[in-house]
């Protein structure tokens, strides 16, 4: 089969399988609209193919394609921070860390901490210890719930109630109106 012959037929495959091979590979990259990016971008290498290749099944060749696409898509947009750019931040973080006797960030600070020990004392003592595990800890949700023996939903409801109940507690302090009220979370 000559190239054309075989650009055209990959083409019309893909064509007729979109939306088979779309959610094929959703399950892969895990996004609907980046399965979607991949698939055009398919399109578009199918129409520039260079070497003609034996294909004895369009659909994995095509999902093979389209993943790898994905992959280097998500590499390229992946931020990378450079050993210039670590070391510039590092001397920002000591500039701010000699400026700690400025008395109204000490103040802003020291009641912002207080706002929150408030707001976490007002909390019953499961539902503190789930959002500390999820906060602090930086544990899953699926984690939690088999820490403290309760459905993954039940972890969802009682995280939302106890953000709730801080963010309200909190609607006075400096740290919720700069909505600076995230932990270290894995997800």
């Avoid at 000559?2 to 959610?23: N, T």
């Avoid at 099944?57 to 590499?75: E, F, K, V």
């Avoid at 109630?161 to 995230?182: E, F, G, I, L």
């Amino acid at each position: 089969m000559s190239m054309p012959d075989l650009r055209s037929k990959l083409k019309r495959h893909l064509s007729s399988r979109y939306a088979v091979l779309r959610w094929r590979l959703e399950r892969v990259v895990g996004c609907k609209h980046n399965a979607a990016d991949a698939l055009q971008e398919t399109w578009l290498r199918l129409e520039a193919m260079a070497q003609p290749v034996a294909v004895h099944n369009p659909d994995a060749y095509l999902l093979r394609m389209a993943a790898n696409i994905a992959t280097d898509a998500y590499r390229r947009d992946q931020i990378i921070v450079t050993e210039r750019e670590r070391e510039e931040l590092m001397h920002m973080a000591d500039d701010s860390a000699n400026d700690v006797s400025d008395p109204a960030r000490i103040v802003a600070a020291r009641l912002d901490v207080q706002a929150l020990d408030a707001a976490l004392a007002g909390l019953s003592p499961r539902r503190r210890a789930i959002l500390t595990a999820a906060r602090v800890d930086g544990l899953l949700n699926g984690e939690i719930a088999e820490r403290f023996g309760i459905s993954v939903a039940m972890v969802k409801k009682e995280l939302q109630a106890a953000m709730q109940h801080c963010k309200t507690c909190m609607a006075d302090a400096d740290a919720a109106q700069r909505s600076d009220v995230a932990g270290r979370r894995k997800y």
